[in-house]
């Protein structure tokens, strides 16, 4: 007897697929070292940005040490530009830019200085004065406060209605922002007549950038630092009508820095302002915020700090914003619009057809003399 017979089993498909090999640990690690060198490159713009703008020390040099040959052959294989590709149609272009060159003063010139004081420009309802308020995180909180109480004066707008502030910025680090550069972008975008500018509390460093010095009060910084303060001064008073109001630093609680570091920034910007006569004008805050000769969290019982002890609270920034607005009366004409002559409109001579009595008596028209009231221009 046969034996009986079995239908032949017929195998899955993916049973003959031989098994996937796992990658060994070589192939691993280079497979994520391509990955990390592929994306690096790509990076490499953003890279260098976050590595210069490390705290000024060991970890920021090794940091750079790293990123600025790496954006050197990002940049010769034009790997970047997939970057910056995808940053301009992200509306986000310039963001890995870094702009170190800080300009410095600029030579009066002879044929234009003159010993009289200009008159001033009167601005009116009719032809208002446009101001740019801006600076570092101290611009914040008053500025703020100087948008909602210049539109009191009814002869002054602000720029955008809004505060430029730019947190932990200032003239120290150029590669962290810009601020000559950024504003001649605002001049020639806005031409503002009056630029508010807070700078210089974030500046008691080492000074990065070209000709960076350091350390903070030597001989070499402050040389450095008053070139820079000059040059951020001429930048934006380059057109003679446009004035510039610079408000120093306050006092902070933190005493002794302010009178070892603060006091000697302020005195850098009030005396390159003196040099400018017309143009500059220094605002002081350090004494104004100044009770008993040290700091104070209150001021005639109004808070004016915040609990940082660095910043204005709302009460202070308004304070500062009537500072500015007195400045700015002080510099301009902001009322005499308000006091302007009366427009008198002239009347038509009367008209006689008939002929003069021969009594020689002048006529009579039983009529009272004509007066107008006159019209006050608005």
């Known amino acids: ?212 010095v350091g350390p903070f009060g030597s001989g070499p910084w402050i040389d450095e630092y008053r070139r820079r303060i000059g040059g951020m001064m001429d930048t934006v008073t380059a057109d003679r009508g446009r004035t510039l109001v610079w408000l120093g630093v306050p006092i902070m609680r933190n005493e002794e820095r302010s009178e070892t570091r603060y006091r000697v920034i302020n005195d850098i910007i009030r005396e390159e302002a003196t040099k400018r006569p017309g143009r500059v004008f220094y605002v002081d805050l350090y004494d104004r915020f100044t009770v008993d000769g040290g700091y104070a969290d209150f001021v005639d019982g109004v808070q004016v700090r915040t609990p940082d002890g660095i910043h204005f609270s709302r009460d202070g920034g308004n304070a500062v914003a009537q500072m500015v607005i007195d400045q700015l009366g002080r510099m301009y004409d902001l009322t005499s619009w308000r006091t302007a002559p009366p427009t008198t409109i002239p009347l038509p001579r009367p008209t006689t057809t008939t002929a003069p009595p021969a009594t020689g008596k002048a006529p009579t028209t039983g009529r009272s003399p004509v007066t107008t009231t006159p019209l006050r221009s608005r």
């Open 1 to 212: 007897m046969s034996a009986p017979s079995h239908p032949p089993r017929h195998r899955h498909p993916t049973s003959r697929i031989p098994p996937r090999r796992p990658l060994s640990a070589g192939h691993v690690v280079l497979v994520m070292l391509v990955a990390t060198v592929v994306g690096g490159l790509l990076n490499a713009p953003g890279i260098r940005k976050t590595a210069n703008a490390q705290p000024v020390g060991i970890t920021r040099d090794l940091a750079r040490l790293v990123a600025e040959p790496l954006y050197e052959v990002s940049h010769l294989l034009r790997i970047d530009q997939f970057r910056r590709a995808l940053q301009a149609a992200t509306g986000r272009s310039g963001d890995d830019d870094i702009d170190t060159t800080l300009p410095g003063p600029v030579a009066p010139d002879p044929t234009t200085t003159s010993t009289m004081a200009p008159a001033k420009r009167a601005f009116s309802p009719t032809d208002r004065m446009l101001v740019w308020v801006g600076g570092d995180s101290l611009a914040v909180t008053p500025g703020q406060s100087f948008v909602a109480a210049i539109p009191g004066t009814e002869v002054a707008v602000v720029v955008g209605n809004a505060v430029d502030g730019r947190v932990a910025t200032g003239l120290a680090r150029p590669e962290l922002f810009n601020w000559p550069q950024h504003m001649l972008e605002v001049i020639a975008q806005d031409d503002p007549d009056v630029v508010v500018l807070t700078l210089g509390s974030n500046d008691d460093q080492i000074l990065t950038g070209d000709r960076g």
